[in-house]
């Protein structure tokens, strides 16, 4: 048997060992190789396709110049400089407005929403007619546009016979006429009610004859038939007397002067138009306040409230503002005064957010001397309003209708440009919208007080400028020329 030799065993196991720990050490070295290799191959693949991607093409079209106009230039807004241009001129063109104007005046123009000029905008001047802007706009708002006053006759139909009396009942519509009375004034209703279909109501049904009068009611109204602070130039004159049931404005045909009741005068008028019609009227007119159980015979619609109001402002009618107010006041506070209406106004300016301070309120139609707006106010109503709508566009259009039919007949402004005038002595007032393309607007407000304002030759070189000056507004510029400068190009 072989002797064993433990020092070779060792040897050898030392061998074996040692070829062990290479083998190992290999084997690590190739995982630790293989973890770093592969992220570097990765960013290499990445930064070749960049590399693929940044190369220069065939045929690349150079890219255009960029403008050279300053950041801060404003060319580079032209719009915005196109409006602050067209202002400056329209500017420049008021200032001969300006210099012409009275001590006691005020001229308010807004363009584009953005004031253009202001003299005196709060200060507070006597408007004439002006003062029909606010009636109209608040009758409007309270009455509503479709609106419409219906006057009735009642009584008690037997055959062709009207038993008893025919009461006439008026319900404040201040355009019924008769059908000649139109042409008969300087500026003609425009919207009148016939009157005379209620006589065709009658003679439609066959009746003859009418046993007792013709009795006019105005009760829905007050019996105040002027203003306490006109004086006697107005009354009856420029308005009144006032009441709930006027025809012809309260006048009788054939009479020089006006009855001191309107309905009294209605009942006779209309006695007149029955009797021309062959109907027979026993007693003579009278006036009195219906039953409610009389029965209706007929109405007469007016036409809607949108048209009385255009017929106003366009004419400048003063019984129609007055009977307005009136309506303000039963529709907005139950009862049918002047008091009443006028304190629906003042509520409607604070309402609407206009300013009010050293507005004064003591008619609707403009007459009295006491009365007192502001230019900023007008102004700002017409814009409240809009370009289209029922104010502005019921005002008197320049050199067409109404008081402007015989101003601005040619140049800036004729066809185009609304307003409503307003005329006292030593007041003239003018207050309107000039339309600009694009739908685009000019509001302004010009009231003169003074000595002498009133008069052609003073207030029409004024008017005429300032017409001048806000189609100024219209000049247009190549925005073109507005745009960002390039390299070599011209300012």
């Known amino acids: 048997m072989r002797e064993f030799n433990f020092r070779s065993f060792l040897a050898r196991a030392d061998d074996v060992s040692s070829r062990m720990s290479n083998r190992r050490l290999l084997i690590s070295w190739l995982l630790v190789t293989v973890v770093i290799a592969i992220p570097l191959l990765s960013v290499w693949q990445v930064a070749l396709a960049a590399g693929d991607e940044v190369r220069p093409l065939r045929n690349q079209t150079p890219l255009a110049q960029s403008p050279t106009t300053p950041v801060l230039s404003a060319r580079r807004v032209p719009q915005t400089l196109i409006d602050l241009i067209s202002a400056g001129r329209v500017q420049g063109k008021l200032n001969q407005v300006v210099a012409a104007l009275p001590r006691d005046s005020c001229l308010v123009v807004i363009t584009d929403g953005r004031p253009i000029i202001e003299v005196n905008p709060t200060g507070a001047v006597v408007p004439g007619s002006n003062q029909k802007l606010l009636t109209g706009a608040v009758a409007l708002d309270v009455l509503g546009p479709d609106r419409r006053f219906t006057t009735k006759l009642l009584g008690i139909v037997s055959g062709s016979v009207v038993r008893g009396d025919l009461w006439l009942v008026g319900s404040g519509d201040p355009l019924l006429t008769t059908r000649t009375y139109p042409m008969t004034e ?201 370009r289209e709508g029922l104010v502005t566009t019921g005002m008197a259009l320049a050199g067409k209708t109404g008081t402007l039919r015989d101003v601005f007949l040619t140049g800036p402004g004729s066809g185009t440009m609304r307003a409503k005038t307003g005329t006292l002595n030593g007041v003239k007032s003018l207050s309107g919208v000039m339309p600009l393309d694009e739908g685009r607007a000019s509001y302004f407000s010009l009231v003169m007080n003074g000595s002498g304002v009133s008069t052609v030759n003073f207030y029409r070189p004024i008017w005429n400028n300032l017409a001048s000056a806000l189609a100024f507004g219209d000049a247009r510029i190549d925005v073109n020329k507005l745009l960002p400068l390039k390299p070599n190009s011209q300012p």
Do not use: H
């Open 186 to 386: 300087k500026y003609p209703t425009m919207t009148p009610t016939d009157v005379e279909q209620l006589v065709d109501a009658l003679v439609s049904l066959g009746i003859k004859s009418i046993e007792g009068g013709v009795v006019g009611d105005e009760s829905v109204y007050d019996r105040e038939r002027y203003v306490p602070s006109w004086g006697d130039g107005i009354r009856s004159v420029e308005a009144g007397p006032l009441g709930a049931l006027m025809i012809n404005d309260g006048s009788v045909s054939g009479s020089p002067l006006k009855p001191a009741n309107p309905a009294f005068a209605a009942a006779s008028e209309f006695t007149k138009l029955l009797t021309a019609r062959g109907i027979t009227v026993r007693d003579s007119p009278d006036i009195g306040e219906s039953s409610i159980d009389t029965p209706t015979i007929a109405t007469l619609e007016s036409a809607p409230m949108r048209e009385i109001v255009a017929e106003m402002l366009t004419n400048s009618d003063n019984n129609t503002a007055e009977l307005l107010v009136k309506e303000i006041g039963l529709v907005g506070r139950g009862a049918g005064t002047r008091v009443d209406g006028l304190t629906v106004i003042a509520n409607k300016i604070s309402e609407w957010g206009l300013p009010g301070a050293g507005v004064a309120l003591l008619d609707a139609s403009g007459l009295d001397r006491g009365n007192l707006l502001t230019c900023r106010l007008l102004t700002e109503l017409l814009q409240r309003d809009g």
